[in-house]
Structures are given as structure tokens and as C-alpha cells.
């Protein structure tokens, strides 16, 4: 098991809602990622915060946003919800400048639009 | 635009055969390619990982080969067991920056 844990770990909304869900990163890690993965697809990178500002975006709109805090925990969130952001939202936190493979997944929050 | 090609989506082998998957990828900027493993209900766990610096990479009953001409690389689990039923993702990155991009996954199915 990782030191990453992510809450809440299920969660259904309807569609135009607006959802947060939360990270906390492994003990010692700086950077917190956040990936959506659709079910049967793999994780896709929607940003990456780091020292508390956005280090980096992937493909997604704006009504995905985010924050990281100064104990480096994070926080997704997403406005105007539509049926495909149904998925599982992974976040991984590691040490910006110690490369890739100290990168640590949470168990993700599963997130439902009906 | 998908930029890491997984192949196959499926998977069935016997107790103590040889998995195989397969991976290509286009961006020739990457520079790190790991594999996870995710068992369901759970995150994505960095199995094994190389650099374009070498051909093969193994840990274990796990070995990674290399292409850069190709730009291809495969995951080979040896002598295949029950509990690695589970789904396998290859990934790159690059420049070390941990926005990883991952293939579409492969679901092995390991069978006594």
C-alpha cells in the first residue's frame, strides 16, 4: 500500500452538479498529479500541482480545477459535471526532481454522473 | 491523440506460460517507460520500468525489451502465476516531469 489516500472513495452526482475530491500525498512528497481513468481505458493526466500552482495540464477543460495546500495535499475539482466524467479520478504524489519512478497512486475516487 | 498503443486488450494464459504485451509509442521525446499493474479496486502500481539507454531490462520473472528504432516495447511475465491476474498498463514520460501517459491496458487472465 502507498502512503497516498483519497477521499471519498465513491461518489454519485447528477448532471450540472459540481464535485471535490481530495488527496492527501505520501509523507515527504511535494507534487501532487491527478489522472481521470474512464472504465476500461487507461489513466489519463488532467494537471500536476507543485508548490501550490499548476505545474502542467493535460487535455482537459477549464471546469477542471484544482488546489494544492502547503502541507501538499490536493483538491480536484469539477464544475458543470456532464455523463463523461464518469470514471475513476486517480491522484500520485512524488518528489518533483527525483524522476517518474517515485511517482505513488491513490486508490482513486470513483465518481458517477447520472 | 493517443500516443502509447497497447496491445492485446485481453489476455488468457496457462499456470507457468510466457505473457507478452505489447506497447509502440510515437513521441520520440520520451525518455522513461514504466509498466503498472492495477488489480481492481486499487491504484496503479509501477511494476518495472527502462531508459531508451538500454535494449532489455528483467526483475525477477519480469523483463522489459526495448526498441528505440522501432519505437516499440513488451512487458514479458515468465512463468506466469494466478495472482498476476490483473490489468497491465505501459506508460511513457518524458524529461522526468511524472506526467505520465499511459496505454489503453491489457487484462491478463492467468488460469491454473
Known amino acids: 500500500e502507498t502512503g497516498v489516500t483519497q477521499s471519498p472513495t465513491h461518489l454519485i452526482k447528477t448532471r450540472g452538479q459540481q464535485v471535490t475530491l481530495r488527496c492527501s500525498s505520501q509523507?515527504?512528497?511535494?507534487?501532487v498529479s491527478w489522472y481521470q481513468q474512464a472504465l476500461g481505458q487507461g489513466p489519463q493526466f488532467i494537471f500536476q500541482?507543485?508548490?501550490?500552482?499548476?505545474?502542467g495540464r493535460g487535455n482537459f477543460p477549464p471546469r477542471f480545477s484544482g488546489l494544492q495546500f502547503p502541507n501538499y495535499s490536493s483538491e480536484l475539482n469539477v464544475n458543470a459535471l456532464e455523463l463523461d466524467d464518469s470514471a475513476l479520478y486517480l491522484c500520485?504524489?512524488?518528489?518533483?526532481?527525483?524522476?517518474?519512478?517515485?511517482?505513488?497512486f491513490g486508490p482513486g475516487t470513483r465518481l458517477l454522473v447520472l | 491523440q493517443q500516443q502509447v498503443k497497447q496491445s492485446p486488450q485481453s489476455l488468457i494464459v496457462q499456470k507457468g506460460g510466457i505473457s507478452i504485451i505489447n506497447c509502440a509509442y510515437e513521441?520520440?521525446?520520451?525518455?522513461?517507460f514504466p509498466w503498472y499493474q492495477q488489480f481492481p479496486g486499487k491504484g496503479p502500481a509501477l511494476l518495472i520500468a527502462?531508459?531508451?539507454?538500454?535494449s532489455e531490462k528483467k526483475e525477477g520473472r519480469f523483463t522489459i525489451s526495448f526498441n528505440k528504432s522501432a519505437k516499440q516495447f513488451s512487458l514479458h511475465i515468465m512463468d506466469s502465476q494466478p495472482g498476476d491476474s490483473a490489468t497491465y498498463f505501459c506508460?511513457?514520460?518524458?524529461?522526468?516531469?511524472?506526467?505520465?501517459?499511459f496505454g489503453t491496458g491489457t487484462k491478463l487472465q492467468v488460469i491454473p
Open positions: 500520485a504524489s512524488s518528489r518533483q526532481g527525483q524522476g517518474p519512478e517515485t511517482q505513488y
Open positions: 509523507s515527504g512528497h511535494n507534487t
Open positions: 500541482y507543485y508548490r501550490e500552482e499548476e505545474n
Open positions: 513521441n520520440t521525446a520520451f525518455d522513461y
Open positions: 527502462i531508459r531508451p539507454d538500454v
Open positions: 506508460a511513457a514520460d518524458s524529461g522526468g516531469y511524472q506526467k505520465v501517459t
